[in-house]
């Protein structure tokens, strides 16, 4: 819902610090505490997406959702295992860089309906909307979500053979990986160096991957789960230094996500 594992225990806080806020009997009062709690942090969620957008506009470069290390404790609650699918979808980073270009609105009701499946009368009280409305937006997100590329499976041993060359400075093998129309996005945060705009193209992206390389000497590259796919890390001196999600497209990598930003990589410092 928000992309920042950080931001979205301190919703849930919220919502249970307002559930204990209210007197015994007011508590006791309420025929669904369940209800009452996901109708409060879904208007929690809302706030915070409204604070997000301004605070994006003042940010420095390429924003991206927070990287999770292990996506598969998110989902282990889910019992159904159409639920369980829907949920390990939801969390790849394609899908969530898709939600940051969605209305604060439309992420709420699609996430709710779509992944949770949550009746648009009970989302309609959530974000204070009739349920026609709410069924505008979910059309609107899933048209936003039908115009991105594909999701595409992880390839382990494709993400293996980038990293050894990668290591090796060895461009040509990073081209021949690299899909002709591949993307780099880099998240820095304006905290440390980054690209600002994308990188287009395998041989350019290839090209600033070797260069990155000889200028940081020391870097260990390791093979890491990312958002519940092969994926990279970066460390130096033991440290996370960048966190990288990779989609592969028949054998070849069309997308790197590389998370820089070291406010979204609280929970690598011991991956």
């Known amino acids: 819902m928000l992309g920042s594992v950080a931001e979205a225990e301190d919703a849930v806080q919220e919502a249970y610090a307002r559930w204990y806020a209210q ?5 006791a009062a309420v025929a669904s505490p369940g209800a009452w709690l996901t109708t409060v942090l879904g208007r929690i969620c809302l706030d915070v997406l409204g604070s997000a957008r301004v605070r994006r506009e003042r940010y420095v470069g390429e924003w991206l959702p927070e990287p999770l290390p292990d996506a598969a404790q998110w989902t282990a609650g889910a019992g159904d295992p159409a639920e369980r699918i829907a ?27 779509d992944v949770f499946r949550y009746p648009f009368p009970e989302i309609a009280a959530i974000v204070d909307r009739t349920p026609a409305a709410c069924r505008q937006l979910a059309t609107s997100a899933r048209r936003r979500v039908g115009a991105a590329p594909a999701p595409a499976a992880g390839s382990a041993s494709v993400v293996r053979e980038f ?8 461009i040509g093998t990073l081209v021949g990986l690299l899909d002709p129309a591949a993307v780099l996005v880099a998240d820095g945060g304006g905290l440390v160096s980054a690209v600002l705009r994308p990188v287009e193209g395998g041989e350019r992206i290839a090209q600033y991957l070797a260069l990155m390389a000889e200028k940081a000497p020391g870097l260990v590259l390791l093979e890491h789960a990312v958002n519940g796919r092969p994926g990279l890390v970066a460390q130096r001196d033991g440290a996370t230094a960048t966190v990288a999600a990779l989609d592969v497209v028949d054998g070849r990598i069309t997308r790197i996500w590389a998370v820089r930003n070291p406010e979204k990589l609280g929970r690598w410092t011991a991956a």
């Open 23 to 27: 007197a015994p009997e007011r508590r």
């Open 87 to 113: 949920l390990d979808e939801s969390l790849g980073m394609a899908f969530l860089v898709v939600l940051e270009s969605m209305t604060p609105a439309e992420r709420v009701v699609f996430v709710l309906h």
């Open 163 to 170: 990293k050894r060359a990668w290591e090796a400075k060895d």
